[in-house]
């Protein structure tokens, strides 16, 4: 009779413990990419001389993305489902994911396969190079005329008036070593910007260009609204600009009251009859100061509502439940 071969001793302490990677991804209604998904990126990283775990975030979904994940889960032990109780937003759903991670590398992913999981691959090259985070850079994007434009002006702005470096046309598609996820984790704000707080954190950064990929199934969550508030949150969260620009609209409308004064003094001067009808200028100067002070009102009240939200210091997000994957359960960290 043959030997059967024999089962490797998992339990065996001595052998070196392989380097784990995690891959965190958030889904929201994204029921028609589960399984595209995991197939792609599994398949893809099948080489790796790494241990994987999936970290998948099921963001409050009113599809059947859950019931799909944890059949992922039930038949892949290396798959852990977070569930929210509701819809927390991208931004918090790979918080989560980086909090229950135990990598010694952590990459995140978008759902949607627009992520090539390829791509995934030369961040991980990147890593074993010695970078800290890798990100991957948009060098071509499938979208709207109007997104691609809307989008150039959003970044170059904030690479002009931000306080910290945000590269250009990077998402959330990026490789951080596990000492970078551990310094990120420590930024609790709750209006989150995470390719900002990334690249605050500092650390050996790189960028991998690629091309982003049209979405294959389903579609955006991304609606304008969404879309606007993270753009705002870029704003807000690294720059100062916008209340800096409250002081500027002060001097500039100081100046303009200076000018109209001498005007008025030196019409007066020249022809005491001419100042008389000028109630025109006194409703442009009521309607323009009035716009100013609305104006500033407005930035004034974004940064209060964010001191409002701090002192409010909710939980980021509450679990449902945490569907940990068998296979990593002795490195978890609880
Ligand atoms: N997503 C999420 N919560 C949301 C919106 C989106 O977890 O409230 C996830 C979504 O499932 C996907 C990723 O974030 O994995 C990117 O979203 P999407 O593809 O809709 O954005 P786009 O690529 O259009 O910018
Ligand atoms: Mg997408």
Redesign the pocket.
């Known amino acids: 009779m043959p030997a059967a071969l024999p089962a490797p001793d998992l339990s065996d302490d001595s052998a070196p413990q392989r380097a784990l990677i995690s891959f965190v991804?958030?889904?929201?209604n994204?029921g028609v990419n589960v399984e595209h998904f995991h197939e792609a990126v599994t398949g893809t990283t099948l080489k790796l001389p790494y241990d994987l775990e999936f970290i998948y975030i099921n963001?409050g979904s009113r599809d059947d993305t859950l019931a799909r994940l944890l059949s992922l889960h039930a038949a892949d032990p290396r798959v852990t489902v977070l569930d929210f109780s509701r819809?927390f937003?991208?931004q918090r759903?790979i918080t989560a994911g980086m909090d229950h991670s135990a990598g010694d590398a952590v990459v995140i992913m978008?759902?949607?396969l627009?992520d090539p999981p390829s791509v995934a691959l030369e961040l991980i090259e990147k890593w074993e190079e010695g970078y800290d985070v890798a990100y991957a850079q948009r060098r071509t994007r499938k979208d709207t005329f109007f997104k691609r434009v809307t989008a150039d002006l959003y970044y170059r702005l904030l690479e002009r008036i931000g306080d910290i470096k945000i590269p250009r046309n990077t998402g959330d598609f990026r490789l951080m070593d596990r000492k970078v996820v551990l310094e990120v984790m420590r930024y609790r704000e709750h209006d989150r910007y995470m390719r900002g707080i990334v690249s605050g954190v500092g650390f050996k950064q790189v960028a991998v260009p690629f091309d982003r990929d049209e979405?294959k199934h389903g579609e955006?969550?991304?609606p304008w609204s969404k879309m606007m508030k993270l753009a705002g949150d870029g704003i807000l969260g690294f720059s100062t600009f916008p209340l800096q620009v409250i002081t500027r609209i002060g001097f500039v409308v100081a100046a303009l009251a200076i000018l109209l004064a001498l005007y008025i003094g030196i019409s007066k001067i020249i022809d005491p009859s001419s100042v008389v009808p000028g109630w025109s200028f006194i409703v442009i100067s009521v309607l323009g100061v009035g716009s100013v002070q609305i104006i500033t009102l407005g930035i004034i009240g974004s940064y209060v509502g964010r001191i409002y939200s701090e002192v409010q210091d909710r939980p980021l997000y509450s679990l449902q439940a945490v569907h940990v994957g068998t296979a990593h359960e002795r490195r978890y960290p609880h």
């Open positions: 991804v958030p889904f929201y994204e963001d819809n937003g991208h759903a978008d759902a949607d627009q979405r955006s969550h991304y």
